[in-house]
């Protein structure tokens, strides 16, 4: 069964900081991976990871995948209140039902 | 821009009630899928259908049923709800092929069951 874990599953930081949310794998014939941004509502996409070592960025936002160590990272540089949501990580492992496998998500809460 | 709606943002229904959640979209994808999220549980897969009248279980089936008669309109149905089916309900929907994978969510329907 494939497997997503995120860590950690909370956090509480201040405005201007810099937090690395993580997410690791478990899953057989690994295509790619997903960051998701969520607040009130709808997840909103961020970045599909498929090459290790290949930086993804917008904005302040980064991410970057390891396919050694089966996982991967999202960066947010000075942080905003804006950024305050639940970051979902999913795996996508093939197949021809596009299905995802979702982590249980992160809560990022960045305080003025 | 890819576009998915849902009939209702905020539900109450009575337990044993027939209740069903409506997800459109307007991107002609041929994948649609409905989700559950609980605090602590993430994101559960309940049933997804990859075309018209075709459909499969995912994780957490039971208690659910759904129909595909339209390629654009997936429907969630709960045959007689229960106060354990009180959660979130997201939809999602992506295409085939090369970028299949990226799944765009409509907004939510918070459901509570009485």
């Known amino acids: 069964e494939d497997k997503v874990v995120q860590s950690p599953l909370s956090l509480v930081v201040h405005e201007g900081d810099t937090v690395t949310l993580n997410c690791s794998y478990e899953v057989t014939n690994f295509r790619s991976l997903l960051w998701y941004k969520q607040e009130k509502k709808a997840p909103t996409f961020l970045f599909m990871l498929t090459s290790s070592g290949i930086e993804k960025k917008s904005g302040r936002l980064s991410s970057i995948l390891d396919k050694k160590e089966l996982s991967s990272i999202l960066n947010i540089t000075a942080t905003q209140t804006g950024d305050s949501a639940i970051y979902l990580c999913?795996?996508?492992?093939?197949?021809?039902?596009?299905?995802?496998?979702f982590g249980k998500g992160t809560l990022l809460t960045v305080n003025p | 821009d890819v576009k998915v709606t849902q009939s209702s943002r905020y539900l109450v229904k009575r337990t044993g009630e027939k209740v069903f959640l409506e997800c459109v979209q307007d991107?002609?994808?041929?994948?649609m899928f409905w989700y559950r999220q609980d605090p602590g549980l993430g994101l559960r897969l309940i049933y997804f259908s990859y075309d018209v009248k075709m459909k499969e279980k995912g994780d957490i089936p039971e208690g659910y049923s759904v129909s595909r008669e339209k390629k654009e309109r997936f429907s969630l149905i709960l045959e007689s709800a229960s106060t354990n089916q009180t959660s979130m309900y997201l939809c999602a929907s992506s295409s085939t092929g090369t970028g299949g994978e990226t799944q765009y969510f409509g907004p939510g329907t918070r459901l509570l069951v009485l």
């Open positions: 991107m002609d994808h041929e994948n």
């Open positions: 999913a795996v996508f492992s093939g197949g021809s039902n596009y299905k995802l496998t």
